[in-house]
Nanobody
Framework: QVQLVESGGGLVQPGGSLRLSCVAS????????LGWYRQAPGKQRELVAD?????VTNYGESVKGRFTISTDKNTVYLQMNSLKPEDTAVYYC?????????????????WGLGTQVTISA
C-alpha cells in the first residue's frame, strides 16, 4: 500500500505562517513529482505548488512569493507565509510515483486525505 499523510494544518490569523508536511510511504520505487493542491468550499481543486525531480518547482500564481515548497527524501513541505483569508482551504498532498504493487511496477497519481487550513482573525 502507498500512503501520503499530511500534517501541520490549523487555524492562523491573517499574516501568519504555517508549515505543512506530507510523508509518502509504502513500496515507492521512484518519485517524479510531489506537490500540494487545495480546495476551498464551492471551488475547484487548484495547484498550490509542486516540485519535480527534487528541485524543479512550480507555484500557483496566487501563492508566488509567499509559499515555498521543498522536499527531503519522501517528505514534501509547504512553508506558507503572509497567509490571507483566501488561502483557507483543504490542502491535499499529491505524488506522481512509481510503486511496486502486485509484483509489478506501476506509475500513478496518489493523494493524501487532506489537512484543513483556516486563516481567520
Amino acid at each position: 500500500q502507498v500512503q501520503l499523510v499530511e500534517s501541520g494544518g490549523g487555524l492562523v490569523q491573517p499574516g501568519g505562517s504555517l508549515r505543512l508536511s506530507c510523508v509518502a510511504s509504502g513500496n515507492i520505487l521512484n518519485i517524479y513529482t510531489l506537490g500540494w493542491y487545495r480546495q476551498a468550499p464551492g471551488k475547484q481543486r487548484e495547484l498550490v505548488a509542486d516540485i519535480a525531480s527534487g528541485f524543479v518547482t512550480n507555484y500557483g500564481e496566487s501563492v508566488k512569493g509567499r509559499f515555498t515548497i521543498s522536499t527531503d527524501k519522501n517528505t514534501v513541505y509547504l512553508q506558507m507565509n503572509s497567509l490571507k483569508p483566501e488561502d483557507t482551504a483543504v490542502y491535499y498532498c499529491y505524488g506522481d510515483l512509481v510503486v511496486y504493487i502486485a509484483e509489478r511496477m506501476t506509475r500513478g497519481d496518489y493523494w493524501g486525505l487532506g489537512t484543513q487550513v483556516t486563516i481567520s482573525a
